[in-house]
């Protein structure tokens, strides 16, 4: 008899059941499609509305040692305002910094609308103990994150600690918790999938992440490579789409890590709408986690509505 899918995660065994249960990812057939909807054109038309859309799906992402409070403060207006010259230009969805420098990037977009995400969870690596992972997270929290992007641990994934993988997610999903619930924080689970050696892999850290409470799932901590790939985001979307149609819930994706050009961002865009649907074709729902696309972003818009490129030094820097 197999287990309720709310019943999965009640033992070591079943959960690993579960995982293991998951149908192989045919690894050709992924790359090949990834490759085949990577070569679409889009109309003019369409491209100018992608460019958008692309920009109110930024997590526009500083993510250094030598991150400064000025850097942040003027990453942070550049969200709000991408381009000041041309006050059509769509504010991004959210600034992605380190827990410290939370309260910072909350003050600076008070009011603007734009999301306050913060790295938590012994970024990049998550190797800490659970209980220093949760104070990282709370503190983050307290002082206004929107939004949490916790790191999964890795290793114990790796050697098959699948419950002890839930099990922090579900800890730190709790800590995303504000009194009386409606502001609490989003949790976005990085599966780090570069770090993850195979697509059946990424399937079942994509489900492990989801059956824990993930709201997002995202690619990659932008620090180890292959980062935010084609056919790594197709296996994720395809596996939102169906833990929807299994529970009802929908989960968003965030590829981050390596995304760079207007193609690129595009190429992403043209996969979830292939994949999941329009349904998906939202910040809500989807986000590109990126610390220099926005700018190649504004580039191409204005050369769509002028003719000319203006040139990387006419805007600030991402
Ligand atoms: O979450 C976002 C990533 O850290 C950004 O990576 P990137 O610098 O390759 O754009």
């Known amino acids: 008899m197999t287990t309720p899918l709310a019943d999965v995660a009640s033992s070591d065994a079943t959960l690993r059941a ?11 057939g992924a790359d090949q499609r ?15 509305e992608a460019i958008d859309l692309a920009i109110r799906m930024v997590d526009l992402t500083t993510l250094e040692g030598a991150d400064t409070p000025g850097k942040v403060r003027a990453m942070c207006a550049k969200a709000v305002h991408p381009d000041p010259s041309d006050p059509s230009v769509p504010k991004v969805a959210a600034v992605c910094v380190y827990p410290d420098l939370v ?40 002082a206004g994150a929107d939004e949490i992007d916790m790191v999964i641990d890795r290793g114990a994934f ?10 922090e997610i579900a800890a730190i999903k709790a800590a995303c918790a504000r009194p009386g619930g409606e502001h609490d924080a989003h949790l976005k689970v990085i599966l780090e ?3 993850l050696a195979t697509y059946d892999n990424v399937r079942r850290a994509s489900w492990l992440a989801m059956l824990a409470g993930a709201d997002f799932i995202k ?24 833990f929807l149609a299994a529970t009802g819930r929908k989960v968003g994706v965030k590829p981050a890590g390596g995304i760079r050009t207007t193609k690129d961002a595009i190429k992403m865009l043209v996969l979830v709408n292939e994949t999941v649907g329009e349904g ?9 986690g990126a610390s220099t696309l926005l700018n190649d972003l504004l580039m191409q818009r204005q050369k769509m509505a002028t003719g000319r490129y203006a040139g990387p030094d006419y805007f600030t820097l991402d």
Do not use: C
């Open 103 to 142: 309260a910072l990037a909350v003050d600076a977009l008070a009011g603007s609308g734009v999301k306050v995400a913060s790295v938590a969870t012994a970024f990049p690596s998550g190797r800490s103990s659970l209980d220093v992972k949760v104070a990282d997270t709370a503190l983050a929290v307290a």
């Open 158 to 167: 790796l050697s098959g600690g699948y419950s002890k993988v839930f099990e």
């Open 280 to 288: 998906w074709l939202d910040p809500d729902w989807f986000r590109l």
């Open 193 to 195: 999938t570069g770090e």
């Open 219 to 242: 690619t990659s901590t932008g620090k180890v490579q292959p980062a935010a790939t084609l056919p790594v985001t197709l296996i994720m979307l395809e596996a939102v789409r169906d």
């Open 34 to 48: 990834a490759a085949m909807l990577g070569t679409r054109s889009i109309k003019t038309t369409a491209k100018a």
């Open 18 to 28: 579960f995982l293991h249960g998951l149908p192989g990812v045919d690894r050709v």
